[in-house]
């Protein structure tokens, strides 16, 4: 019988962390997965030297407060899904490397976009970018609930579409995702084309342009129509940055789904500087995919 993958999340006592355990808890319930809980802490010598602790260790000792930690998160998914199957792993040292331990036998991972920040950082914003860019399965970022106005992808999974690198698993992870949540799936390729100083020379080559990223566009996503129903998937060609258009596009969204280009780093997920736009501004949660190697 083959094992069943946990849906790992990271938690660390903050509001931020609480939304990514209640988004993967969900999820795990959905999936019809186990649910791992991950806290990594610094020792008390660590703390020390950077001169104060962190609210969640303020009044009692560090590894007693991290086991509270553990403890909490266990109860609140049990709130969530009460039959889930829960293990947990508390672990010394930074987050980041944490959780990419733990992504190695996972069949996604789940964090939090904001927590201890800073040099002190668990699960802070960079943490997430670091996590995102490298980890060995899909990572999703929950992002903190906002008031906002829903755009035309309300409620509908959105997936980045880049043209210039390979896609399958970001677009099978976005079909997946829409089809277990019922709703529709909006394709979003952020494009232009390098204009000259001829006008009509600009308005044929933006055309033939369009044209070619169209018939590209829809040849990616023509093997995808069986999983949904073909009213299901909008695709949009949209003129400007990819990062623009993806955030707008976010706005009541279920789940912008993004794709990493295989290794971490700078440039890794979408050409680093879109992913992390993304992640920082998005209007829902983000899913990072990381696509084999060409």
């Given at each position: 019988?083959?094992?069943?993958?946990?849906?790992?999340?990271?938690?660390?006592?903050?509001?931020s962390?609480h939304?990514?355990?209640?988004?993967?808890?969900?999820?795990?319930?959905?999936?019809?997965l186990?649910?791992?809980?991950?806290?990594?802490?610094?020792?008390?010598?660590?703390?020390?030297?950077?001169?104060?602790?962190?609210?969640?260790?303020?009044?009692?000792?560090?590894?007693?407060?991290?086991?509270?930690?553990?403890?909490?998160?266990?109860?609140?998914?049990r709130?969530?899904?009460?039959?889930?199957?829960?293990?947990?792993?508390?672990?010394?040292g930074?987050?980041?490397?944490?959780?990419?331990?733990?992504?190695?036998?996972?069949?996604?991972?789940?964090l939090?976009?904001?927590?201890?920040?800073?040099?002190?950082?668990?699960f802070?914003?960079?943490?997430s970018?670091?996590?995102a860019?490298?980890?060995?399965?899909?990572?999703?970022?929950?992002?903190?609930?906002?008031?906002?106005t829903?755009?035309?992808?309300?409620?509908?999974?959105?997936?980045?579409?880049?043209?210039?690198?390979?896609?399958?698993?970001?677009?099978?992870?976005?079909?997946?995702?829409?089809a277990?949540r019922?709703?529709?799936?909006?394709?979003?390729?952020?494009?232009?084309?390098?204009?000259?100083?001829?006008?009509?020379?600009?308005?044929?080559?933006?055309?033939?342009?369009?044209?070619?990223?169209?018939?590209?566009?829809?040849?990616?996503?023509?093997?995808?129509?069986?999983?949904?129903?073909?009213?299901?998937?909008?695709?949009?060609?949209?003129?400007?940055?990819?990062?623009?258009?993806?955030?707008?596009?976010?706005?009541?969204a279920?789940?912008?789904?993004?794709?990493?280009?295989?290794?971490?780093?700078?440039?890794?997920?979408?050409?680093?500087?879109?992913?992390q736009?993304?992640?920082?501004?998005?209007?829902?949660?983000?899913?990072?995919?990381?696509?084999?190697?060409?």
């Amino acid at each position: 019988m083959r094992r069943r993958r946990p849906v790992v999340v990271g938690v660390d006592g903050t509001e931020s962390a609480h939304d990514a355990l209640d988004w993967a808890a969900a999820e795990a319930a959905a999936r019809r997965l186990p649910l791992r809980v991950v806290h990594a802490y610094a020792t008390a010598v660590s703390w020390a030297v950077l001169g104060e602790l962190p609210r969640p260790y303020e009044n009692i000792g560090v590894p007693d407060a991290a086991r509270l930690v553990i403890e909490q998160a266990v109860q609140r998914a049990r709130y969530v899904a009460a039959e889930l199957e829960i293990s947990t792993r508390l672990l010394t040292g930074a987050g980041a490397p944490a959780l990419l331990a733990q992504s190695a036998d996972a069949e996604l991972l789940v964090l939090g976009s904001r927590g201890l920040g800073g040099v002190r950082g668990l699960f802070g914003g960079s943490v997430s970018f670091r996590v995102a860019a490298r980890a060995a399965c899909p990572v999703v970022v929950v992002r903190p609930m906002q008031p906002t106005t829903p755009g035309r992808s309300a409620a509908r999974v959105v997936v980045g579409v880049n043209g210039s690198q390979r896609c399958e698993r970001t677009i099978e992870f976005a079909v997946r995702a829409a089809a277990q949540r019922g709703v529709g799936v909006t394709a979003v390729h952020a494009w232009s084309v390098r204009g000259t100083a001829d006008v009509a020379a600009v308005t044929d080559d933006w055309s033939l342009a369009e044209a070619a990223e169209w018939r590209t566009f829809q040849r990616v996503f023509d093997p995808w129509r069986s999983r949904l129903a073909t009213a299901q998937i909008e695709l949009r060609l949209v003129p400007g940055r990819a990062q623009d258009v993806l955030v707008a596009e976010s706005a009541g969204a279920a789940l912008v789904v993004v794709g990493s280009r295989g290794r971490g780093g700078v440039r890794a997920a979408l050409g680093g500087s879109v992913s992390q736009a993304v992640l920082q501004h998005a209007g829902c949660p983000v899913a990072v995919v990381r696509e084999q190697p060409a």
